[in-house]
Each structure stands twice: as C-alpha cells, then as structure tokens.
C-alpha cells in the first residue's frame, strides 16, 4: 500500500479501538482496523460497560458519535448512593452542578454494544479506513521505519498488514503486551460480579437511572438501559467459591433479586452472566488498553490520535509519546484506579462506624454546591482530563 509510512493500524473494534481509528481518519490518516469477530457475531458480545461520563460525551461529539447515541441511550442528570441495609438513600448528585464546566451535564446511559455498532457503522462509512472483520492479529514485526502485522484473514490465510504505527485496543487479553513482555500490574479482585438484567421499573422504589448500594453483605449497582426491552441491570458480588451453574440457576438469580428488593413476585430477568473485575495498569502503557473501565480507554485512545496526528504530518516529535504514557499512566493510576477502589470500599465497608462516617460524607457532599461540584468532577472524569493536560 502507497501509504504504508502514514497508515495505522489498529488491532481490536471495541469503543478504543474505534474511537482511535475514527479521531485519526477525520484528521486525514489512513487506518486499519483488523478485528476478530465476525458480521455474525459482533453484535452478540456479552453485556458490558454502560455508563459514559460528561467527559466522554465531549470525546464522542468531536467524532460525530455522541448524536448516534443518544437516541440510543438515557440522559440521566442523577445518580445515587444508597444503604442497602437500611433501606434508604444516603445522597443524591446532580450533574447539573456541572454545567459551566461541560456541555453534557449528565450520563449517557448507553451500553458498550451500541456503542462498538454505531462507532463501526461511521468507521465502515470513512473512506480513509479499512475495516478488516473475522480478522484474527496473531503477530506483530517491527522495522526501521514502521510495524507490521500478522493477520489470519476470513479465508484463514496468513496476511501481513503494515504500517507507520500499530495500536492495541485488544482488550484485557493483549497479544501485543504480552509480546513486548510488559507487566499488567495490579490485582484481580476474586469474587466474580453477577450481573442480572431485568424488566422491571425500578423508579417506583425511589431509585434513580444509575444507583450504587452499599452493604456490608451484598454491595449492588443498579443501573437503566433503554430497550427494546427496557431493563435494569443489577451487579452483586458471588462467593469465590461457588460454580457458575450454581450462582446462575433460575432459582438463585431470583432469591437474590427477592432479597434486594422483595416484591413478592417473580422479575422477568431477560439475561445474566458472572464477570471477574481486573484493578490492573500496564506497565508501559503504548496502546490504550486494559480492563480499567471503556471511559478511560476512550479517553487514552483521543490522547493517542491527536500525539499520532501530530507525529504523522511531521509537526511533533516521536517522543511526544512518551507524554502520552506520562499523562495517561498518571490518569490510570491516581484517578481511574484509585476512584474505582474508593467506590468498591465505600459499598463494602463493613464497620458500622466507618460505614456512618462515610455516609455522613457523601450526603454532606452532595448538599454542598461546592464540595458537590468538586465531586462531580472527579467522577465525571473532567479534572483527570484537565490534570493529564498539566502534565509535560
Ligand atoms: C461486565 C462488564 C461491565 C463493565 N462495565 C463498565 C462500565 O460500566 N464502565 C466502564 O467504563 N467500563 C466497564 N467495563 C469495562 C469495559 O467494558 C472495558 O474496559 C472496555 O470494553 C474496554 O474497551 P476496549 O475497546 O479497550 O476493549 P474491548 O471492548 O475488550 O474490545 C476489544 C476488541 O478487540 C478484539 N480483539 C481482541 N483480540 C484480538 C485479536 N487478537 N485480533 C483481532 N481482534 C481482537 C475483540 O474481539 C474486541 O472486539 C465493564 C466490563 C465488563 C466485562
């Protein structure tokens, strides 16, 4: 291909890889995207992440995604904390505390699924990229002046792929990392998450679109997702112990639905699966990859293209990436990992009196407009974005 020194190629359709692939074609450079799933079953993955924060909005809108979305998806202005053992809410957090400082005062409550269709209908439609699916990377060489990769096409013959610069956005389970021998520092917590979907309006209870529970037993998340149906997803944790079969049988999944919310009558569940959750941080981090939450990965992946943009018309300099590892690894550390630490804490604690403590806390934040402002833009991921840009 002539425009082998200006290509990249991006290993993986999921939101980081499309999101990139998508940034560095509306900036001119040719891309392709190799990913492995197929036309039949790239829209039969498994229920993942859901909730974009303001940040990510903003992302999404450079690249004429966020207008796909939403219709797709539920603005939600709110969302909760509430005490599972005592049944009632401990605070209430408006985005709109956020409304100097973004242009998207909320969540868009949007699943990963339609995401990863609507980013690859615009992909599909950019002339400058090269979608490559029931596309298998297996192998990457590097040379004096760009990489290639090793492909197993949809006829499962070998392919080479070759370009200025490759980019993961692999997911948890990086070829490329392992390759490069780099560390996936962190921990894997050993309880699996059980994740229950259902068709159930949880608002006649009080809660609202994205709602976090707290207990010292059975910690829950419940968020909304727009249908068709319109369901509900609620997350607890399992014994590590216990099999799948176990944890996943009609009976239990509706025993522990009474248990959180007994309304004497049977939940049309309508889909549940057990996933493990990673707390892990590449050691080098050269691709936006990782099981550290889509919200971060997109934000690695706009990080990335505008450095690769820069690098490609020969108005920065290579090593400006070594400023995207700084900025992002810090971003990974001091925000995505230690945030989402924080919350795991704050909805497990067991101590009565460190639970009240907290509790106290949370509702005195959210009555603040101040202390709810700064709040607010931690989780919306707005000031680790806005920290990442004080970073040389
Ligand atoms: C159940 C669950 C719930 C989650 N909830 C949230 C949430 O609420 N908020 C949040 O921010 N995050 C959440 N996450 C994490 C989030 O889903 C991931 O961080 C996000 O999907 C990572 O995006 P990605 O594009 O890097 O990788 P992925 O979404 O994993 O996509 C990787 C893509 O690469 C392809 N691929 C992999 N290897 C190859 C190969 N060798 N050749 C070709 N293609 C390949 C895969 O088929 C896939 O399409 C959740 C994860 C799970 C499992």
Redesign the pocket.
């Known amino acids: 291909m002539s425009d082998v020194k200006s290509r990249v190629v991006v290993?993986?359709?999921?939101?980081?890889?499309?999101?990139l692939s998508l940034a560095l074609a509306q900036k001119d450079i040719p891309v392709s995207v190799?990913?492995?799933?197929g036309e039949d079953n790239?829209l039969e993955?498994?229920?993942?992440?859901?909730?974009?924060?303001p940040a990510t909005l903003e992302l999404f809108d450079r690249i004429g995604l966020y207008a796909k979305l939403e219709p797709r998806g539920i603005i939600a202005p709110l969302f909760h904390y509430w005490d599972r053992h005592e049944r009632r809410r401990i605070a209430e957090f408006d985005h709109g505390h956020l409304k100097d400082d973004t242009r998207f005062p909320y969540v868009l409550q949007c699943e990963?699924i339609k995401i990863?269709e609507e980013a690859l209908k615009l992909a599909r439609a950019h002339q400058l990229i090269d979608v490559r699916l029931s596309?298998?990377?297996?192998a990457f060489e590097q040379g004096a002046d760009g990489v290639t990769a090793h492909?197993t096409n949809p006829a499962g013959e070998q392919e080479k792929i070759s370009g200025a610069y490759l980019v993961s956005?692999?997911?948890?389970?990086?070829?490329v990392r392992k390759d490069l021998g780099i560390e996936f520092e962190g921990f894997t917590y050993p309880d699996r998450?059980l994740?229950i979907e259902v068709a159930y309006d949880f608002r006649r209870h009080g809660y609202t679109e994205r709602n976090y529970i707290s207990d010292p037993e059975e910690w829950s998340?419940l968020?909304h997702w727009k249908g068709p149906p319109d369901r509900w997803r609620v997350?607890f944790p399992t014994d590590p112990d216990a099999d799948e079969d176990t944890l996943c049988r009609p009976e239990a999944l509706q025993a522990r639905l009474q248990r959180f919310l007994p309304t004497g009558k049977a939940f049309d569940i309508v889909g549940s699966?057990l996933?493990?959750?990673h707390q892990r941080v590449a050691q080098k981090l050269n691709s936006?990859?990782?099981?550290?939450?889509?919200?971060?990965?997109?934000h690695d992946?706009f990080n990335l293209a505008d450095k690769l943009v820069g690098i490609l018309r020969g108005e920065l300099d290579d090593d400006v990436l070594d400023r995207y590892e700084r900025q992002r690894r810090h971003v990974a550390i001091q925000h995505t990992q230690a945030q989402t630490i924080r919350n795991k804490r704050l909805l497990t604690e067991k101590d009565p009196a460190v639970r009240q403590r907290n509790h106290d806390e949370l509702r005195r934040t959210a009555e603040d407009p101040k202390l709810a402002r700064a709040f607010l833009l931690r989780t919306s991921l707005i000031e680790s974005l806005r920290e990442a840009e004080r970073i040389a």
Request: hydrophobic fraction near 40%.
């Open positions: 290993i993986g359709a999921g939101p980081v890889g499309l999101c190799v990913e492995a799933l790239f993955q498994v229920p993942r992440a859901g909730t974009n924060h990963r990863v596309t298998t990377f297996t492909v956005g692999e997911g948890a389970r990086s070829i998450t994740n998340n968020f997350h699966n996933y493990v959750v936006p990859i990782g099981a550290m939450g889509m919200n971060s990965g997109v992946a």
